[in-house]
């Protein structure tokens, strides 16, 4: 993994403290040639959920519901699994499109923002040589 990235399974994990909108986000993990984070399933989320308890933050994720209200698609393509952290706590309306961990209620989940808001984003990205970054270079 590049420097400031964690490895879990077979992707690299990187946790930015600077608070940005949600779109800056997209574009500074596409800059690393990475993504903003989604969470595969539920050993993924707990390694997360432990980088973002030790920070006591917000952290921006790649959810949004921009496209459809209500519904909720990750940005790397992978259909969202309700069951892994869910459900969001979608009460926004149009206001509120973007999606956050927030480590501020009781469980440790997921509630759309506004994408203009400020917060701590993570990047995941998959390691150098597996299969994914391999499909990626080509």
Known sequence: CPAGYSRFGSNCFKYHTTPVTWDNAVLRCANENATLVSVRN????????????????????????????????????????????????????????????????????????????????MCRMPVEGSVRANRRLR
Not at 46 to 74: A, N, Y
Not at 92 to 121: F, L, Q, R
């Open 42 to 121: 539920q050993d993924e989320e707990k390694f997360m959920r432990t980088r973002l308890l030790i920070s006591h933050m917000v952290c921006f994720i790649g959810l949004s519901d921009r496209l459809q209200e209500g519904h909720f698609p990750w940005l790397d393509g992978l259909h969202f699994k309700p069951g892994v952290c869910a459900p969001v706590n979608a009460h926004g309306g149009a206001a509120k499109n973007c999606v956050a961990w927030t480590t501020s209620k009781p469980i440790s989940c997921w509630s759309d923002k506004s994408c203009s808001e400020k917060h701590p984003y």
